[in-house]
T-cell receptor, first 115, second 109 residues
Framework: GAGVSQTPSNKVTEKGKYVELRCDPI?????LYWYRQSLGQGPEFLIY????????DSGLPNDRFFAVRPEGSVSTLKIQRTERGDSAVYLC?????????????FGPGTRLTVL | DAKTTQPPSMDCAEGRAANLPCNHS???????VYWYRQIHSQGPQYIIH???NNETNEMASLIITEDRKSSTLILPHATLRDTAVYYC??????????FGTGTRLQVFP
């Protein structure tokens, strides 16, 4: 079956621009997570949705970062006034329920480059 | 912060068992040990998880010491496709996986 998909696969933007990154979850998965991964590092948690609501946004680095999941399926990560330090791979993962033994299924990521 | 310590890199000959260690000396009673791996340019992939008992699935075996302060992931017959970064993660709250820098496993012919 279809896994988690993320679009675009690559995004190059200029400093100060606004970007949107999209995540299409596995059908029926209610839990959705965003992570970002800098070169040579493990993924870093950003935000977790349970259904339509953000259950934990403690990983968002500042108020330039925002994510939505209006219908409890597709999610969009939005970054305003991008900075060169935002360059990273942004990973989306989904889970059936978000329970403590839930497996997270990751998408291939979006590589964001801020020039 | 990650609650685990892993060696930065390991090598393994193809067809041999790969044994990847992980120390988690501050683990609490209800915290699970999870293993994920990340093949180059892909998203992380779930391998296995356990609480107290040893676990085995089609991909690997997980051996957890009796005091739960360390564990070992075993790939019984490593192949070139197993070359990846392997992450050991201790998790109680399921709203986030906290990754360390993992172990880079290189399987050679």
């Amino acid at each position: 079956g279809a896994g988690v998909s993320q679009t675009p696969s690559n995004k190059v933007t200029e400093k100060g621009k606004y970007v949107e990154l999209r995540c299409d979850p596995i059908s029926g998965h209610t839990a959705l997570y965003w992570y970002r991964q800098s070169l040579g590092q493990g993924p870093e948690f950003l935000i977790y949705f349970q259904g339509t609501g953000a259950a934990d946004d403690s990983g968002l680095p500042n108020d330039r970062f925002f994510a939505v999941r209006p219908e409890g399926s597709v999610s969009t990560l939005k970054i305003q006034r991008t900075e060169r330090g935002d360059s990273a791979v942004y990973l989306c993962a989904t889970g059936i329920s978000g329970s403590r033994t839930d497996t997270q299924y990751f998408g291939p990521g979006t590589r964001l480059t801020v020039l | 912060d990650a609650k685990t310590t892993q060696p930065p890199s390991m090598d393994c000959a193809e067809g041999r068992a790969a044994n990847l260690p992980c120390n988690h000396s501050t683990i609490s009673g209800n915290e699970y040990v999870y293993w994920y791996r990340q093949i180059h340019s892909q998203g992380p992939q779930y391998i296995i998880h356990g609480l107290k008992n040893n676990e085995t699935n089609e991909m690997a075996s997980l051996i957890i010491t009796e005091d739960r302060k360390s564990s070992t992931l075993i790939l019984p017959h490593a192949t070139l496709r197993d070359t990846a970064v392997y992450y050991c993660i201790v998790m109680y709250n399921t709203d986030k996986l906290i990754f360390g820098t993992g172990t880079r496993l290189q399987v050679f012919p």
